[in-house]
């Protein structure tokens, strides 16, 4: 079935260090792709999305690109904050099966100043 | 602007107990999900509905059921509560029956304790 596989955490980086979270999947159509973020005690926010091959997803300075070549999604930011610290969330959503979504492990993010 | 909104934020129950999750959409959305979030788990789908049908089925035990009612608010009952059900659950929901251009929008949870 569909998955989604994250880079293991935490990943630990000093303010203003360039990030990236790295993301692929396993799909048989043709998915939707999410980022989400977790912060302490709260819900999942979306941060990004794309919908279709090349698309690129941008919010708050991180940026993600839809690659079907390498099934990646990965989540990029040229210059993390102390509060960007928080746990990272890739996610698909496959339209053909009701736009559940199915999530990556997490990856907590801790930003030291 | 309005969220999902889960009640109550904290639940503390013992085994065999029963309990009661609830959600409440954004006003507009049709479609409500169910998840559950073990501690350091990613986010496991349960169940899903669409205007008040089910719509999607996942790892939802058989001890566990839920309704979509005629104002779209959700509840998700858990019969013979376990240990092992103690967990973050998440309601979601989102405009529509597939997610490609309405987005899911998250509730901040309901936190279960089982002891």
């Known amino acids: 079935g569909d998955s989604v596989t994250q880079m293991e955490g935490p990943v630990t980086l000093s303010e203003e260090a360039c990030l990236t979270i790295?993301?692929?999947?396993?799909?048989?159509?043709?998915?939707?792709l999410f980022w989400y973020v977790q912060y302490p005690g709260e819900g999942l926010q979306l941060l990004l999305k794309a919908t279709k091959a090349d698309d690129k997803g941008s919010n708050k300075g991180f940026e993600a690109t839809y690659r079907k070549e390498t099934t990646s999604f990965h989540l990029e930011k040229g210059s993390v904050q102390v509060s960007d610290s928080a746990v990272y969330f890739c996610a698909l959503s496959d339209n053909n099966q009701g736009g559940k979504l199915i999530f990556g492990q997490g990856t907590e993010l801790s930003v030291k100043p | 602007a309005a969220g999902v909104i889960q009640s109550p934020r904290h639940l503390i129950k013992e085994k065999r107990e029963t309990a009661t999750l609830k959600c409440y959409p954004i006003?507009?959305?049709?479609?409500v999900y169910w998840y559950q979030q073990g501690p350091g788990q990613d986010p496991q789908f349960l169940i899903s509905?669409?205007?008040?049908?089910?719509?999607d089925k996942g790892s939802i035990p058989d001890r566990f059921s839920a309704q979509q009612f005629s104002d779209y608010h959700s509840e998700l009952n858990m019969s013979s509560l376990e240990l092992g059900d103690s967990a973050l659950y998440f309601c979601a929901s989102s405009r529509g029956e597939r997610g490609r251009d309405s987005p899911l929008h998250f509730g901040n949870g309901t936190r279960l304790t089982v002891t």
């Open positions: 790295n993301c692929t999947y396993t799909a048989t159509g043709y998915p939707s």
């Open positions: 509905f669409y205007e008040k049908m089910q719509s």
């Open positions: 006003p507009r959305h049709d479609t």
